[in-house]
């Protein structure tokens, strides 16, 4: 069983830096995509960036030009660099890794708020 844990949430400034880290361990299968989502309370959870095992990476549109996710494949661990955040950013963040059977694996979240 893959088990997902992120760290690096907390309270910004609006126009502040985090970078949320996430890292997947344990199971039998590879991990292939990791991804970052957020959700608002009384909202679906959306996509905020995904990164494949070979580096292609997808944004949002309210992450590009803002956001970068990386990763090392080595330590199965995927980072969310997030500068110029703005309130409309706070939210839940969830790390999702799936392996190489399309089984998708949850962390436990992330409360990033951005607040003055």
């Known amino acids: 069983q893959v088990q997902v844990v992120e760290s690096g949430g907390g309270l910004v400034q609006p126009g502040g830096s985090l970078r949320l880290s996430c890292v997947a361990s344990?199971?039998?299968?590879?991990?292939?995509?990791m991804a970052w989502y957020r959700q608002d309370p009384g909202k679906p959870r959306e996509l905020v960036a995904s990164?494949?095992?070979?580096?292609?990476?997808n944004y949002a549109g309210s992450a590009k030009g803002r956001f970068t996710i990386s990763r090392d494949n080595v330590k199965n661990t995927v980072y969310l660099q997030m500068n110029n955040l703005e309130p409309e950013d706070t939210a839940v963040y969830y790390c999702?890794?799936?392996?190489?059977?399309?089984?998708?694996?949850w962390g436990q979240g992330t409360q990033v708020t951005v607040s003055s």
């Open positions: 990164i494949s095992r070979e580096g292609s990476t």
């Open positions: 999702n890794a799936k392996n190489g059977v399309r089984q998708d694996f």
């Open positions: 344990g199971g039998f299968f590879s991990i292939t995509v």
